[in-house]
Each structure stands twice: as structure tokens, then as C-alpha cells.
């Protein structure tokens, strides 16, 4: 069936839950369809967070190159026209993790890239949910959480 059953879902999943979609990316596979998806997905829904995961050639596919980053990071750029909220790691300093209003462009949530699958947040800038600069609903669920109060860090 190939991506039918993912596209099935994503769809299905859409406006029932909370949804973030993440892509692996493989240099001379599917590095040539970020476009495509990010239309697609925005045409589901502007908000849905994307993550763009580049994908490190190991194991079976240890003969395949490293997926470009800066041929990865043009393409995301032009992607950002279909979806507000696109991440892109998986290599240490990646400045594609932080989280923006898609109205104001003022950052909202800072992360910082640890490499990897990794990122810490490091600055929440909301009110309540929404951004404090423009009002617009930042397009997050949950509780925003002090990740440098004494409480959090006895918790976790």
C-alpha cells in the first residue's frame, strides 16, 4: 500500500487529537519530496507541526550519503508557504527547533539542539497559549511548564 495507510491516518487522527507529524528524510529517496508534503499536509491543516527528521545512513543503508543540510534547509524554507510550524534536526546546531508565531514571527519557544533526536527548551514566551505579541493561539496543547523552577526539576 505504501504512504496510503500513513496518509489515511494523518488525515483520520486530524482534529480528533493532538497531531505532529515527523518525516524521515534519506538522501536520494524521499530528500526530493519535501515540497509535496508540506503542501499536503497544509492543505489538511496550516498548523500541523511537521518534523523533519534527517535520517543518518546506518545499518542496511551505510552505502547511501548524508542527507545535505543546506539542501534540506532550502527546501524547508520554501515549505514554510503550506505549514506554520516546521522543526528540522537530527545534527547538532540546528537552528530549526524553536517555535514561532506564524502571525508575528516572534519566537515563542526557544529550544536548543543537543544533536540527535534531542532538544531542550530553554525560553517559553506565552500568554497562557496564545503569543503575547500579537494574540494570535500559538497552536500548542497542554500546560506550558518552567523547566528552571526548583518544582519542575524536583518532579522530573
Not at 494523518?10 to 518525516?23: D, F
Request: with cysteine.
Amino acid at each position: 500500500e505504501g504512504l496510503g495507510p500513513v496518509l489515511r491516518n494523518v488525515a483520520y487522527y486530524h482534529g480528533r487529537t493532538h497531531l505532529e507529524v515527523t518525516t524521515p528524510i534519506v538522501a536520494g529517496l524521499n530528500d526530493d519530496h519535501i515540497l509535496r508534503i508540506a503542501k499536503w499536509l497544509g492543505d489538511i491543516d496550516t498548523s500541523i507541526p511537521w518534523h523533519v527528521f534527517r535520517l543518518l545512513p546506518e545499518y542496511k543503508m551505510a552505502d547511501r550519503e548524508y542527507p545535505d543540510i543546506l539542501q534540506l534547509a532550502g527546501a524547508i524554507r520554501e515549505a514554510r508557504m503550506f505549514l506554520d510550524h516546521i522543526y528540522f534536526g537530527n545534527f547538532a546546531g540546528s537552528q530549526w527547533l524553536s517555535t514561532y508565531c506564524p502571525c508575528c514571527g516572534r519566537r515563542l519557544i526557544e529550544r536548543v539542539g543537543l544533536g540527535g533526536c534531542g532538544a531542550k527548551p530553554v525560553l517559553f514566551d506565552l500568554d497562557g497559549l496564545s503569543c503575547p505579541g500579537c494574540g494570535n493561539p500559538a497552536g500548542i496543547s497542554g500546560e506550558c511548564v518552567d523547566w528552571h523552577s526548583a518544582e519542575t526539576r524536583e518532579a522530573v
